[in-house]
């Protein structure tokens, strides 16, 4: 599927009809970035679209009918939240439909969280955890105006991997 600029989408909570479709572009997203190979635990957690959507909020954007990304928001305290404080909104395992990368389905959905997060009571800033090899989201982010938090930029417990913190105040 080709979508053309700009890309309008409707974002939603996801309901359990959407949950094979949110599995399938989460790892379909991750696989072919190459982020992970296909038996990395972490493949388990992101696959496990029921568990997510019980502890935190699992979010599906459509467009032309269509699911073509996913994204978790937790908040601070909560089981999927890493790094949110108190007065932010976390966000998690944003992944595009491979087939629907580059059209700026990924930042249609960012700035629609941003939204969100400035409807929520309480919530004064969104931060999100990234890879360091994952330059293209690092580019994105910062064209939307978030800025690096190197302070609380934190490493995968028994792993070798910087993970960075970026923020936006809302």
């Not at 996913?70 to 305290?77: M, P």
């Not at 089981?79 to 629907?100: H, K, N, T, W």
Request: charged share 25%; glycine share 8%.
């Amino acid at each position: 599927m080709s979508v053309a600029l700009p890309v309008t989408i409707a974002f939603r909570p996801a309901v359990p009809t959407d949950f094979p479709e949110v599995r399938r572009i989460t790892s379909d997203a991750y696989l072919r970035a190459g982020h992970f190979a296909g038996d990395h635990p972490y493949m388990s957690v992101l696959e496990d679209v029921e568990h997510r959507a019980e502890h935190a909020q699992v979010w599906v954007a459509e467009a032309a009918g269509k699911v073509v990304a996913a994204v978790t928001l937790t908040f601070a305290g909560q089981p999927y939240s890493e790094i949110a404080q108190d007065g932010e909104l976390e966000f998690r395992m944003l992944a595009v439909d491979p087939e629907c990368q580059g059209g700026g389905v990924g930042r249609a959905v960012v700035r629609q969280i941003v939204e969100h997060a400035r409807q929520l009571p309480g919530i004064q800033a969104i931060s999100i955890t990234s890879a360091t090899f994952m330059e293209p989201a690092h580019r994105l982010y910062e064209s939307l105006g978030f800025r690096r938090a190197r302070e609380r930029d934190w490493y995968v417990p028994g792993e070798d991997v910087l993970l960075w913190v970026f923020r936006l105040e809302v």
